[in-house]
């Protein structure tokens, strides 16, 4: 399927971003691919997580400390534990140690700084970052190593299907999906880390922020949120195949085989 296929029907008020990356070490530039459709950068909602984690390890002495709350942060994507290693690091200090690390420049949100999940972003950013995350890991960076595994053990309705549009059930894979009181859509995000052997990286990202106005379904969805019940059914329902289609296509303009 090509993107305009996915993209060509969407609502005028929706968003829709994808991006991917296929590099090496020693070999030609890094391939990429990236298309959007909307607004240039979509809130993250909880697509960095596993990349707060990796910088957060070097500002926590203790590190079973660090694992009590990074773990679940990326594994059942755990908000309180995010935030937990969130506000006690500060989010300029892992904002700006993410941009020394990967090159690449996020900005705090405005207003409420415990809103980590509000972090703007663009799709071949969100790319960029993990592609050198990944090549760390890698290349023997053990807590990025340690973090990846992580994302290979996220499961079930919070891994979006990722895996088998990708043909690759070993991959990591974080996603995200929220949709705020003061937003008109819901956003769900998914970033996978595809294996290839030595220190080459391929990453796919999706994002989407489809449009979710009807009162009724806001106000139980709401509920649920504040119940601490899942909601990730219902991003599934709204989002679930455009964010696979997204995912697929890119894995295929990238040129990526599977090994």
Same mark, same amino acid.
């Given at each position: 399927?090509?993107?305009?296929?996915?993209?060509?029907?969407?609502?005028?008020?929706?968003?829709?971003?994808?991006?991917?990356?296929?590099?090496?070490?020693?070999?030609?530039?890094?391939?990429?691919?990236?298309?959007?459709?909307?607004?240039?950068?979509?809130?993250?909602?909880?697509?960095?997580?596993?990349?707060?984690?990796?910088?957060?390890?070097?500002?926590?002495?203790?590190?079973?400390?660090?694992?009590?709350?990074?773990?679940?942060?990326?594994?059942?994507?755990?908000?309180?534990?995010?935030?937990?290693?969130?506000?006690?690091?500060?989010?300029?200090?892992?904002?700006?140690?993410?941009?020394?690390?990967? #090159?690449? =420049?996020? @900005?705090?949100?405005?207003? !409420?700084?415990?809103?980590?999940?509000?972090?703007?972003? %663009?799709? *071949? $950013?969100?790319?960029?970052?993990?592609?050198?995350?990944?090549?760390?890991?890698?290349?023997?960076?053990?807590?990025?190593?340690?973090?990846?595994?992580?994302?290979?053990?996220?499961?079930?309705?919070?891994?979006? #299907?990722? =895996?088998? @549009?990708?043909?690759?059930? !070993?991959?990591?894979?974080?996603?995200?999906?929220?949709? %705020?009181? *003061? $937003?008109?859509?819901?956003?769900?995000?998914?970033?996978?880390?595809?294996?290839?052997?030595?220190?080459?990286?391929?990453?796919?990202?999706?994002?989407?922020?489809?449009?979710?106005?009807?009162?009724?379904?806001?106000?139980?969805?709401? @509920?649920?949120?504040?119940?601490?019940?899942?909601?990730?059914?219902?991003?599934?329902?709204?989002?679930?195949?455009?964010?696979?289609?997204?995912?697929?296509?890119?894995?295929?303009?990238?040129?990526?085989?599977?090994?």
């Amino acid at each position: 399927m090509a993107f305009n296929d996915l993209l060509e029907d969407l609502d005028h008020s929706a968003g829709a971003q994808a991006a991917g990356i296929r590099r090496g070490y020693g070999g030609p530039p890094a391939r990429t691919v990236s298309v959007r459709s909307g607004p240039a950068r979509l809130r993250c909602a909880s697509l960095l997580k596993p990349l707060y984690a990796w910088v957060a390890a070097d500002h926590i002495d203790d590190a079973g400390r660090w694992r009590r709350h990074a773990e679940p942060a990326v594994v059942v994507s755990s908000n309180a534990d995010t935030l937990s290693l969130w506000l006690s690091i500060g989010p300029r200090v892992l904002l700006d140690d993410l941009y020394r690390r990967t #090159g690449v =420049r996020w @900005a705090q949100p405005g207003g !409420d700084p415990s809103r980590f999940g509000s972090v703007e972003v %663009a799709a *071949d $950013e969100v790319a960029a970052a993990y592609a050198v995350f990944a090549q760390a890991a890698a290349a023997g960076d053990p807590v990025a190593a340690t973090i990846l595994d992580w994302m290979r053990q996220v499961a079930g309705e919070q891994a979006f #299907g990722a =895996r088998e @549009a990708l043909g690759s059930p !070993d991959a990591g894979v974080k996603c995200g999906w929220y949709g %705020a009181p *003061d $937003e008109t859509c819901l956003r769900t995000h998914a970033v996978a880390v595809l294996p290839r052997g030595g220190t080459r990286a391929t990453v796919v990202v999706a994002m989407t922020a489809l449009p979710y106005t009807g009162e009724h379904d806001r106000e139980t969805y709401h @509920a649920r949120i504040a119940k601490g019940l899942p909601v990730e059914s219902v991003h599934e329902g709204l989002a679930g195949a455009l964010l696979r289609g997204l995912m697929s296509t890119t894995l295929s303009e990238l040129g990526h085989r599977s090994r």
